[in-house]
């Protein structure tokens, strides 16, 4: 998606959140990821590697293949 598609998804996204609707969103934007979501799965081979917050997910991560797939983006 171009920035202006992003910005409409996200802002739709976080309209629903506000009315306390639940979610379940795929997508490798991280930052889109970690502007709207309470919980964040990390998958690799079809298998949950990682679960947390936001937080614990990009500042902490606790496995090295979560690690270098986030080195791979800027958010």
Same mark, same amino acid.
Do not use: C, N, Q, W
């Given at each position: 998606? =171009?920035?202006?598609?992003?910005?409409?998804?996200?802002?739709? *996204?976080?309209?629903?959140?506000? @009315? +306390?609707?639940?979610?379940?969103?795929?997508?490798?934007?991280?930052?889109?990821?970690?502007?709207?979501? =309470?919980?964040?799965?990390?998958?690799?081979?079809?298998?949950? *590697?990682?679960?947390?917050?936001? @937080? +614990?997910?990009?500042?902490?991560?606790?496995?090295?293949?979560?690690?270098?797939?986030?080195?791979?983006?800027?958010?």
């Amino acid at each position: 998606m =171009d920035p202006e598609m992003v910005r409409e998804v996200l802002d739709l *996204v976080l309209s629903l959140a506000k @009315e +306390e609707r639940t979610m379940l969103i795929v997508t490798h934007e991280m930052a889109f990821a970690r502007a709207v979501a =309470d919980r964040i799965i990390f998958m690799d081979g079809g298998k949950i *590697v990682e679960e947390g917050s936001p @937080e +614990e997910i990009f500042e902490h991560p606790k496995t090295e293949r979560l690690s270098r797939f986030l080195k791979t983006f800027t958010y």
